[in-house]
């Protein structure tokens, strides 16, 4: 915002009480009440101002309190901020950020704890980015805020305590790149967001027990980075995908069908897919946790796909 006085944001207690997670705290008081401006509670209503924004010129950042209450701007998500470039012909562009907390935390109940992902994705024009780290997401944020397309940008509830150093320099990472998390030999493990941390967990057990996994989180969403995801894939023959989104329709789905079809010659055992079981997320803890994917079901999964 410093850089670019186009920058601005927007959504539900942004300003003075710095977001619900505190993503935008000390930014009113530095930049003012109308580059951080409070909405009232409606969503249709300031998605919409934020896309008009966009085509008058400026930069804007929505945010979502939670993703789930983006679902009452969807309207101007699809119809609005993914179709105008195309359907002025090219007068308009729409550099603007969506981005908000989602997906399951601790015992949010069902409408708190929802994974948009599978339902943005099919909306043409937009590109989707999920950030995992304290590195990635500032990378992610700058380079979503500087692009010129519309992006999603996914943040997870569980994920905003991490703490790591950072670069004093400037540094932005690619909006459509996937990164290598841990190189292996033999099985691709592909995931992102909060699920990164499952992975990781269950790698370390995988290694103890004599198997290599490679893990890739895969941050851009939409598109796919098949040619990272496609070299592994031709390293080691085998494919995981481990998601927090829904089972029907969901990102596994469609990286599975876009991995079948690119890949399919190099495959040497189905790709097996975990994800989050169709269901309402349940209140209670426990039943939570049995509905997304666990550490220990990942170790199954890798063990009979290797064996």
């Known amino acids: 915002m410093d850089r670019d006085p186009t920058v601005c944001v927007m959504g539900e207690d942004v300003g003075h009480y710095g977001g619900s997670y505190k993503v935008t705290k000390g930014l009113a008081e530095k930049?003012?009440?109308?580059?951080?401006?409070?909405?009232?509670?409606?969503?249709?209503?300031?998605?919409?101002?934020?896309?008009?924004?966009?085509?008058?010129?400026?930069?804007?950042?929505?945010?979502?309190?939670?993703?789930?209450?983006?679902?009452?701007?969807?309207?101007?998500?699809?119809?609005?901020?993914?179709?105008?470039?195309?359907?002025?012909?090219?007068?308009?562009?729409?550099?603007?950020?969506?981005?908000?907390?989602?997906?399951?935390?601790?015992?949010?109940?069902?409408?708190?704890?929802?994974?948009?992902?599978?339902?943005?994705?099919?909306?043409?024009?937009?590109?989707?980015?999920?950030?995992?780290?304290?590195?990635?997401?500032?990378?992610?944020?700058?380079?979503?805020?500087?692009?010129?397309?519309?992006?999603?940008?996914?943040?997870?509830?569980?994920?905003?305590?991490?703490?790591?150093?950072?670069?004093?320099?400037?540094?932005?990472?690619?909006?459509?790149?996937?990164?290598?998390?841990?190189?292996?030999?033999?099985?691709t493990i592909l995931t992102y967001s909060r699920m990164?941390?499952?992975?990781?967990?269950?790698?370390?057990?995988?290694?103890?027990?004599?198997?290599?996994?490679?893990?890739i989180d895969i941050r851009s969403l939409k598109p796919f980075d098949l040619h990272t995801i496609g070299n592994s894939v031709k390293k080691t023959h085998r494919v995981l995908i481990v998601e927090e989104c829904m089972r029907t329709g969901g990102i596994g789905a469609s990286l599975t069908s876009a991995i079948n079809e690119n890949f399919h010659d190099y495959l040497d055992a189905p790709i097996v897919c975990l994800s989050s079981q169709d269901v309402p997320t349940p209140y209670a803890g426990t039943l939570e946790d049995w509905t997304v994917v666990q550490p220990a079901q990942i170790v199954t999964a890798v063990e009979q796909l290797c064996h």
């Open 196 to 215: 990164r941390y499952h992975v990781m967990q269950a790698a370390k057990t995988l290694v103890n027990k004599g198997y290599d996994p490679e893990v």
């Open 31 to 187: 930049f003012g009440d109308l580059r951080v401006l409070d909405t009232p509670i409606a969503e249709n209503s300031f998605t919409g101002m934020g896309i008009g924004a966009a085509m008058t010129g400026l930069r804007p950042i929505v945010e979502g309190m939670n993703m789930g209450f983006l679902l009452l701007a969807f309207n101007q998500i699809s119809n609005n901020c993914g179709m105008l470039h195309y359907t002025s012909g090219g007068q308009f562009k729409i550099p603007i950020v969506i981005r908000g907390p989602g997906g399951v935390g601790r015992q949010l109940g069902a409408e708190h704890s929802q994974r948009l992902e599978s339902y943005f994705q099919s909306i043409p024009g937009i590109q989707m980015v999920a950030c995992s780290t304290p590195y990635n997401a500032k990378g992610l944020m700058k380079a979503a805020i500087r692009s010129e397309n519309p992006v999603i940008l996914f943040e997870h509830v569980l994920l905003y305590n991490l703490k790591e150093r950072i670069p004093d320099e400037e540094y932005i990472c690619n909006l459509e790149e996937a990164e290598m998390v841990r190189p292996g030999e033999h099985v």
